[in-house]
């Protein structure tokens, strides 16, 4: 990054951050919802939500990684320790590469257990009873806590710029206020 790097990142970062947010706390509370129902007709509908989100989320999160690297972005936020700086470049590409992961294992869990034919196909066809005898399965629910902790460690780094390094970090990922706005 040059001396001439912005403050703070481009709109469309902005909003594909807040929406990869968004997206990932919809998908979160359904998918550990989801997961204490029988697989029956009655999730169904749950199930097309889940699958539906995942491929957008995949979709912005492979969208956000390339535009990581073609739009400017301010210089990385210090946190005044070089060890802490490495973490923090680590846990954001941490980030991109375990919900990419989580994408992938959903994809290929609903390819084994030939989920696709029946939510979106209309197949008739009932679900497997059991969805944990497919490894894809398996490494989803793996995957998920994982990405919850990188997500708390994120979380709790922004707020301890915000808060304790008082550098107003936030400010970054969030739309720049016109002049005159209150």
């Known amino acids: 990054m040059t001396k001439n790097a912005p403050t703070r990142y481009h709109i469309l970062q902005v909003t594909f951050h807040w929406l990869t947010v968004v997206l990932l706390f ?3 509370l359904l998918g ?13 509908a749950l199930l097309t939500a889940h699958i ?7 979709i ?14 301010p210089v990385h936020a210090t946190a005044g320790n070089a060890f802490l700086d490495w973490i923090g ?4 590409y941490l980030l991109y590469t375990i919900v990419f992961l ?3 294992s959903g994809i290929s869990l609903s390819l084994q257990a030939g989920l696709l034919p029946i939510i979106f196909g209309g197949s008739g066809a009932a679900l497997l009873v059991d969805f944990y005898t497919f490894n894809a399965r398996m490494l989803h629910g793996v995957i998920a ?16 710029h915000q808060f304790v390094l008082k ?4 400010s970054r990922m969030w739309y720049e206020k016109k002049t005159g706005d209150q």
């Open 26 to 28: 919809a998908m979160f």
């Open 32 to 44: 550990t919802y989801m997961s204490r129902l029988p697989n029956d007709t009655g999730k169904i």
């Open 52 to 58: 539906t989100l995942g491929y957008i989320t995949l």
């Open 60 to 73: 912005v999160i492979i969208t956000r990684f390339i535009t990581r690297f073609r739009l400017p972005r």
């Open 89 to 92: 470049k680590v846990v954001h």
């Open 102 to 104: 989580m994408a992938v």
């Open 145 to 160: 806590p994982v990405l919850a902790l990188l997500v708390v460690l994120h979380v709790e780094a922004a707020l301890y």
């Open 167 to 170: 550098d107003n970090l936030l």
